[in-house]
Every structure is written in structure tokens, then in C-alpha cells.
């Protein structure tokens, strides 16, 4: 199934090719039949079976379908059972949306990073917006930072001063005094040394 996909052995996968492996390797492995997309789980339920063997876990959950050959959603609930259930809902997928006074007065936009992928072409393409403020010091935050700099916007990039600053951000590979690092190899190296480095020292 490997062939690359277009890219070549040491450089960043760009997010389409990474789409289509992960189709392929779903459709591949039989697993595109077992999964209910765009389907959200309202509730869980423990629930006691004696058919079912004991008991078992009833999700109640509302799914988004889309009529054939349209682009309107509607709504249905559907009811699941298992006997296993595995929880994978992750911890940095819910916006977490500072309020700021004043905001509502503000006039011009606030967006969350989570936001940016819809709001980002008009934002870039609207000629007066000039100035972004960014604030955090993580990934989103460079991301922010980087894409409206590089379109020619001013930026003022706010972190506060009890962060632990900015992420660091490095190319797969790196240089280093005149030696060249795979990053995949240099990061635990240097993640090791610095929880060294922090546990050594007596804060
Ligand atoms: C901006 C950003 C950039 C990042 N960049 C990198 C990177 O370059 N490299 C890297 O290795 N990591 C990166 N990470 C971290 C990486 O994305 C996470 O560590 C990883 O996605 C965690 O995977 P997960 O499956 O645990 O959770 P998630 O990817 O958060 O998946 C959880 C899923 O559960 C779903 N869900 C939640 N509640 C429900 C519900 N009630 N019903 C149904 N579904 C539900 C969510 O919709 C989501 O699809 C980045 C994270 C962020 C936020």
C-alpha cells in the first residue's frame, strides 16, 4: 500500500496526501464500514443485558446526514450498544475562549485558532484589517502569527509573562553547530535533557 503518496523519504507530509493514506488504509482494512461519521455522542448509558451477556454501554448519539446530491444537514438520533467502550475524545478539541472585557464593543473580530480554517480567507483578503493581535504562545499561536505575517498584515504577538513562552517550531530537519539532525531523533534527546536539567535545579 506504501508508495508515498508524492512524498519524498525526510519531508513534511502535507495534509492531503495524509488524507488520502489514511482513506486507503481505512478502506484497506475493512474499517471504513465500521465507522458512523459526523455523529456525535449526546449520551452513555450502563445498562444491564442478560441476552447481551451482563452488561453493556447504550450511546445515544445524534448523527448529520446530508439528503443524496444536496448540501443541506438534517438531523437523526441513533441508539448503539457495546459490550466495549473506549474513550478517545481528546482534551484540546473544545475552544477555550478567554473573555475579554470589552470585547463585545470591540467592533472588529475575534476569532479562536479553532475557527481559523473557516475564517481565514476572508480575514486575509479583507484590505482593512491591517493589525492582528495574537495571543498564547503555542502551536495555534505561531500558526496565527506565521500565516497573517506572511500575508503582509502587522501582527503583535501578546504571551504572557507566566507562559513558558513560545513552542518550539522546528523543520524535520535541523542544524545544529554545523551538524545536520533528524528531528524525530533530536526532540527526545533535547525533551530529555531539558526535564534533566529542570529536575536538577531547585525551583
Ligand atoms: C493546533 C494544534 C496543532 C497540533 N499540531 C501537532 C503536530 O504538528 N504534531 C503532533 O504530533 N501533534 C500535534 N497536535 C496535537 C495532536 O493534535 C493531539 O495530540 C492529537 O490530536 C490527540 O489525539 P486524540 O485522538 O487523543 O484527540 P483528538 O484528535 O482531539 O480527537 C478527539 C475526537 O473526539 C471527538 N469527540 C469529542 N467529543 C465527542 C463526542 N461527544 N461524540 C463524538 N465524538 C467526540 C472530537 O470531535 C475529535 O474528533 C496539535 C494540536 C493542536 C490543537
Given at each position: ?16 496526501p495524509?488524507h ?38 447504550r450511546?445515544?448519539c ?5 439528503r ?7 438531523s ?10 473506549i ?60 500565516m ?7 501582527v ?5 509573562r ?42
Amino acid at each position: 500500500m506504501h508508495s508515498g503518496y508524492g512524498v519524498k523519504p525526510g519531508e513534511h507530509v502535507p495534509g492531503e496526501p495524509m488524507h488520502q493514506y489514511l482513506e486507503d488504509y481505512a478502506k484497506i482494512h475493512g474499517l471504513s464500514d465500521r465507522m458512523t461519521l459526523n455523529t456525535q455522542v449526546a449520551a452513555i448509558e450502563r445498562l444491564h443485558n442478560e441476552d447481551a451477556g451482563g452488561a453493556i454501554w447504550r450511546l445515544s448519539c445524534r448523527s448529520r446526514r446530508y439528503r443524496k446530491g444536496t448540501a443541506t444537514p438534517y438531523s437523526i438520533n441513533l441508539v448503539m450498544a457495546t459490550r466495549k467502550l473506549i474513550l478517545a475524545t481528546g482534551v484540546t478539541n473544545k475552544p477555550n475562549q478567554p473573555k475579554i472585557s470589552g470585547e463585545t464593543e470591540f467592533g472588529a473580530p475575534i476569532v479562536h485558532s479553532a475557527g481559523l480554517g473557516r475564517e481565514a480567507t476572508r480575514l486575509l483578503q479583507d484590505s482593512t484589517i491591517k493589525r492582528v493581535a495574537v495571543l498564547g504562545g503555542g502551536k495555534s499561536a505561531y500558526d496565527a502569527v506565521y500565516m497573517f505575517a506572511s500575508a503582509g498584515k502587522e501582527v503583535k504577538w501578546i504571551i504572557r509573562r507566566s507562559g513558558r513562552g513560545t513552542n518550539w517550531v522546528l523543520p524535520a530537519h535541523t542544524k545544529l553547530l554545523g551538524f545536520e539532525f533528524w528531528r524525530a531523533v533530536f526532540l527526545p534527546i533535547a525533551a530529555q535533557r531539558s526535564t534533566t536539567d529542570r529536575s536538577s535545579r531547585n525551583y
